[in-house]
């Protein structure tokens, strides 16, 4: 529901702000304004914007993809 230079901007705004209490007050800002852009097109979103890190898209804290051995040199090789 966001154009790029929209997107660009959120990106930009949540990069410089300087406390996480100033990014959720950012994040509740811009879901408040993408629930009624939501509203107009017949759309619906949550009350609260989803978290993230908790459970919710995006990349939070976590072990990523180098948890485990992986295919890296030598994986699967015949022996």
Known sequence: MMTDQERLEYRTKMRAANSAEERAQIRHEHHEHMKTRAQERGLMLP?????RGMGGPGMGPGR????GRGMGPGYGRNR
């Open 47 to 51: 009350d609260f914007p989803a978290e």
């Open 64 to 67: 990523g993809m180098g948890s």
